[in-house]
C-alpha cells in the first residue's frame, strides 16, 4: 500500500505527498508510475485512493504480467540449481540458452500461444530427435512457475501440443556391446606393455563394468588388490564452463564393491608399478591412496572423452566393429549373463537402479543360447 509522506516544500510550507505504481501499460509494455502532491493529508488520502480507482477503470494493472519468457526462466533456474547437482543444472542451463530462450525468450510469456510452442517443438524434434522431449518438459515447467506466480492465466500451453513421433526404421537396432570374440579381437589390438594405461583402462571397463565417468575417477585408495575389489563411491563430470568435478553417485544402487578377476588384478598391479615409474620421473610420489589410476600429464583427472578418442583410434586402426566407452559396460552384462549369472546378480553388480538396460542385453545372449541349444539338438537328434 503507498504511503502518503509529509515533506516541506521550498517556501517551508508543509505538504503531503504520495508515490503510485500503476503497472505495466499493456500496450506499451511500459511500467507507469504516478507522484501527487496535495495541501492537506485528507486531500491526498483522497486523491490516492480516487487515482487507484481511476487505474483500474482504464484497465492499468496493479501486478506485472507482461513479464518476457526470459525473466520467469531465470526465476526458474534460480530455484531449479539448488535441487540439484552442478553437472546437471549446468546440462540445462545449455538447454535453456542454445534451444529454449532462442525461441521464447523475448515474448512476453502471457502472450505465447500454443501454436508457438507446437512450432517450436516441431523445429526442435528436426534438429534432435533425441533431446527435443528434454527442451519441451524444461519449457513446460517455466509456464508452471509463471501460473504460479500471476504472470498468465488459463492452461500451461506445453500440455495442450502435439509431441513429434520417432518413426521405427527398417534393420536392426545398434548393438552397443561385443562378445567374448569380439573383446579378445580388441584387445589383441593393443600392447600391454607399451600401451598398458589403456589396456588396463579398458580391461576394467569390461571386466568390472564401471561407467566412463567412475573410471575416471578412481583413486588407488579404491583399489584393494588383497580383496580383489574396486569401490565405486563418486564419479567425474562436468560443471559450469566445462570445470571438471567430483560427485557422489546419482543412484544409491550406483555405490558399490565390485569383485575382480585374477587376471585384473595382476594388470592392476603391472600398471600401479609402471605408473609409479613414469611418475617419480617427474618427481612425484605416487605412493598414496589419493594417486588417480588414471591421470592426465600434469597428474589431474582426464578430461572424460578421453577413453572414447582412445576408443575411435583403435578400432579405426583395426577395422572393429564400431561400440561406445559405455559399449563395454554392455559387454560385461553380455559376459556375464554368458557365464551363467542371474538377472539380479547382474543388476547389482553394474549397479543399475532399474533393470531395463540389464533385460535388453540378457534377450540378446538368451537368444544366441537358444540357437547353440537347437543346433545341439539337432546334432543328438539326427534323424
Known sequence: MPKIKKITDSKGKVKYEFFLYGGINPQTGKKKKYHRVFETKK??????????????????????????????????????????????????????????????????????????????????????????????NFTGKV???????GYMTGKNPVKLITLPKVQETAGDDFENFWDKEELQKFFNCIDPVKDIEKFTAFRLLAFGGLRRAELLALTWGDINLNDKTVRINKNLAQGKKGRLLLQA?????????????????????????????????????????????????????????????????????????????????????????SAGATIKEVQDRLGHERPDITLNIYTHVSEKQNIEAVEKLAKYASF
Open 249 to 337: 553417485p546419482k543412484t544409491k544402487k550406483s555405490r558399490r564393491t565390485i569383485i575382480l578377476d585374477d587376471k585384473t588384478i595382476s594388470i592392476l598391479k603391472s600398471w600401479k608399478k609402471s605408473q609409479r615409474k613414469q611418475l617419480l620421473k617427474l618427481g612425484i610420489n605416487s605412493m598414496n591412496k589419493e594417486q588417480l589410476l588414471f591421470p592426465n600429464r600434469f597428474n589431474r583427472h582426464k578430461v572424460l572423452n578421453q577413453p572414447g578418442k582412445w576408443l575411435a583410434k583403435i578400432i579405426k586402426d583395426n577395422d572393429l566393429t564400431k561400440i561406445t566407452v559405455h559399449g563395454f559396460r554392455h559387454s560385461h552384462c553380455s559376459l556375464l549373463f
Open 143 to 149: 509456464f508452471e512457475l509463471a501460473i504460479k506466480r
Open 43 to 136: 486531500e491526498a488520502t483522497i486523491g490516492l485512493s480516487r487515482l487507484q480507482l481511476e487505474i483500474n477503470d482504464n484497465g492499468m494493472i496493479k501486478k506485472d504480467n507482461n513479464v518476457l519468457f526470459s525473466a520467469v526462466a531465470d526465476e526458474f533456474y534460480s530455484e531449479y540449481i539448488t535441487t540439484v547437482r552442478e553437472s546437471t543444472y549446468y546440462k540445462v542451463k545449455y538447454f535453456f540458452d542454445n534451444h529454449i530462450i532462442p525461441e521464447f525468450g523475448h515474448k512476453r510469456i502471457r502472450t505465447i500461444t500454443v501454436n508457438d510452442v507446437q512450432k517450436a517443438v516441431n523445429k526442435w524434434f528436426k534438429d534432435s530427435p533425441s533431446s527435443y522431449k528434454r527442451w519441451n
